[in-house]
Nanobody, 119 residues
């Protein structure tokens, strides 16, 4: 099992910044990739950014140039630096980890941290 705990959300004004953190614990040696998803009001959950098993980064088009994902493998922590925030970035942000165990991939989720962008 892998446990994920997010932090760093909050209320921020448009064009502001936040940094989200996600600490993984438990069976962390099986983690192959980590990512951030979000679910905004009335929207489907979507992938925001991912750090893949071959150390590539992927981003939702709408956040490219504004958000940066990083993973500190030594501390099993994923970060999402969010700059130039917009009201449409308002969402519950979830951390995800892919765990490969005996050839099968398992997906783990945190409980989420709320990000609200508003005046």
């Amino acid at each position: 099992q892998v446990q994920l705990v997010e932090s760093g959300g909050g209320l921020v004004q448009p064009k502001g910044s936040l940094r989200l953190s996600c600490v993984a614990s438990g069976e962390t040696n099986c983690i192959s990739a980590m990512g951030w998803y979000r679910k905004g009001p009335g929207k489907e959950r979507e992938l925001v950014a991912a750090f893949t098993k071959d150390d590539r980064t992927l981003y939702l088009d709408d956040v490219k140039g504004r958000f940066v994902i990083a993973v500190d493998k030594a501390s099993n922590t994923a970060y999402l630096q969010m700059n130039e925030l917009k009201p449409e970035d308002t969402a519950l942000y979830y951390c995800n980890a892919d765990c490969i165990r005996q050839g099968t991939t398992y997906f783990y989720w945190g409980r989420g941290t709320q990000v609200t962008v508003s005046e």
